[in-house]
């Protein structure tokens, strides 16, 4: 597989920054006790060299719907009114150990009071477009310069409701830095700008933060984008990498670098394992939709195709109309035509999703889509809304 830019690796997610530097020295010491740092960060090596006005000036429908797409907010900085909105004023207790966290606007950031730390340390960029969450992300350096950081322990969620971040629900009853939230290496707070971002400047391991391109941009999914433009420029004959001409497989393991992928998961993997309900593209591979989709020709001898973009479009905002995804089901389940076996116990017209990809509560706030796409003992795994309760995704 082509690579499309130069990277250094595989990348996770979080939220938000700052300064903190009455922890450098013990940080330092926290950091050498950990265990390994994670694989390298997927970031580019250079900044784009062209805007994405660039690519409007011939592909403006897709860069117009973009601006809509969770994709082009996933990382967006706290002087932005949405995002103070959603913690300005408000106050949160923790129900571990009832320290009350209260937060106002402070200049370019939003600060955080607690009851269990002493200081305001601020968050000057909260992580997630707000379709599940926004969360921040304290970061601060070593006395070697290295930038780590910590997920904050409360996020905002749709409803305008702050709760525990999600993953945190188990692990929010510390005190000092503990009390705020989770702490991360070097290489996993580059992972975490290097999925919501466009372009991260890394030097000698500290992130030039003031140098961020937020957002997940067209350089950062289309690597030969620059090229692309440039030949353009000059009259020459150029196209751009796209992820329907790659195999099936290349294109979820490029969607994978930010949405996991399934060998980042050690092994065996279970469909019953609630964790995996959060990483879409580790689950559809599992599927035997996915991985027997070879065996499904289409009436011009070709093989049938899936894969992510079967069902979505990274350009604009998910569709919650669950015929749209039911028709790539009924691509393959053709059985009048000769194609893959319809489903037994129900009808071509009835909503596939149901059954097959429910919806599963991760905690209180949010419900993922099951990606593992099976034939399930049950209507829905446990924990699954019942089927008049589905969301039309």
Same mark, same amino acid.
């Given at each position: 597989?082509? #690579? ?23 940080? #330092? ?42 994709? #082009? ?98 692990g929010t009853s510390g005190r000092g830095i503990h009390g705020l939230g989770g702490l991360k290496s070097t290489a996993e707070t580059i992972n975490c700008f290097g999925c919501h971002a466009t372009f991260v400047p890394v030097q000698d391991d500290r992130i030039l933060l003031d140098q961020i391109i937020p957002n997940v941009g067209c350089r950062r999914c289309h690597g030969d984008a620059d090229q692309h433009v ?79 973009? #079967? ?83």
């Open positions: 597989m082509k #690579s499309p830019m130069p990277i250094r690796g595989m990348a996770i997610y979080s939220g938000a920054l700052v300064l903190l530097a009455g922890v450098v020295g013990w940080t #330092s010491g926290w950091l050498a006790e950990r265990s390994p740092e994670v694989s390298a960060p997927v970031v580019l090596s250079h900044p784009p060299r062209h805007s994405q006005q660039r690519c409007a000036e011939c592909h403006q429908e897709v860069v117009e719907a973009f601006r809509d797409a969770p994709h #082009s907010g996933t990382l967006t900085r706290a002087t932005a009114q949405e995002v103070r909105a959603c913690f300005d004023g408000k106050t949160f207790m923790n129900p571990d150990n009832d320290s009350v966290l209260s937060y106002h606007v402070d200049s370019d950031r939003i600060a955080v009071s607690s009851s269990g730390y002493p200081g305001r340390p601020g968050f000057e960029w909260i992580f997630g477009s707000g379709t599940h969450a926004r969360t921040p992300l304290l970061t601060f350096h070593t006395a070697n310069g290295r930038t780590i950081s910590a997920e904050h322990l409360v996020s905002w969620y749709p409803g305008d409701q702050l709760g525990i971040t999600l993953g945190m629900e188990n440039d030949d353009m420029d000059r009259g020459l004959s150029s196209g751009i990498e796209r992820y329907s001409e790659m195999t099936p497989e290349e294109s979820v393991d490029r969607c994978g670098e930010c949405h996991r992928r399934a060998t980042e998961m050690g092994s065996p993997l279970s469909p019953e394992d609630g964790l995996l309900v959060r990483f879409a593209s580790v689950g559809l591979v599992q599927s035997p939709c996915f991985q027997q989709q070879r065996e499904v020709k289409n009436p011009d001898g070709t093989f049938q195709r899936f894969d992510c973009i #079967s069902c979505h479009d990274p350009h604009r905002q998910a569709s919650r109309d669950w015929k749209h995804h039911a028709a790539a089901c009924l691509r393959c389940h053709d059985q009048a035509n000769g194609r893959s076996v319809d489903c037994p116990v129900a009808d071509r017209r009835d909503n596939c999703l149901e059954c097959h990809m429910p919806q599963v509560p991760s905690n209180d706030y949010l419900s993922f889509t099951d990606h593992w796409i099976r034939v399930r003992s049950s209507a829905a795994p446990k924990g699954a809304r019942p089927a008049n309760e589905q969301r039309n995704e």
